[in-house]
């Protein structure tokens, strides 16, 4: 028997974990196109505390009540590359704290010096939304 998922529509006015996702990937592929950190200082802290508030909107809107996949989303790939995500209990909290820290690293490479180059900021950005793709990807169970 397939779990049961709420589709993302029903609990918010616009996909969340595909907000998540993507935001620090665009932010990741715009920032390797430049080599200079002062220039992606305010792109990086704006990404982060944006992923934050993305991140409590969505702890916000769980509802711990429902025992199904929440927040669902997906698409027809071609090949085996479905793209399937929702979020269940423990992920609605991981994710804020994933945002969390990635504010934070990002406050800590702003230090003076200890700038990162553009590689840092779109490493961290990419960490980002692979670990909220475990939290969100589609379980096994």
């Known amino acids: ?8 529509s029903l609990q918010a006015g616009y996909p969340i974990l595909a907000s998540l996702l993507g935001l620090p990937l665009l932010t990741a592929v715009w ?14 802290l704006a990404t982060a505390l944006l992923q934050l508030g ?3 909107d969505l702890y916000r809107r769980f509802d711990p009540e429902l025992p199904a996949r929440q ?18 209990a423990p992920g609605h909290i991981l994710i ?7 504010l934070l690293l990002v406050l ?10 553009g590689g840092g900021f779109a490493t961290l950005f990419t ?13 096994l169970f």
């Open 127 to 139: 960490l980002q939304a692979a670990l909220v793709f475990l939290i969100a990807g589609p379980s």
């Open 108 to 117: 800590l490479g702003l230090r003076p010096g200890h700038r990162w180059k």
């Open 96 to 102: 804020p704290g994933i945002a969390l820290i990635g």
């Open 1 to 8: 028997m397939p779990p049961i998922e709420f589709h993302w």
């Open 71 to 88: 927040f669902a989303e997906w698409r027809d790939l071609p090949g085996p590359l479905d793209y399937h995500v929702g979020i269940t």
């Open 31 to 44: 920032m390797l196109g430049f080599g200079r950190a002062h220039r992606l200082a305010g792109p990086a």
């Open 54 to 56: 993305l991140a409590l």
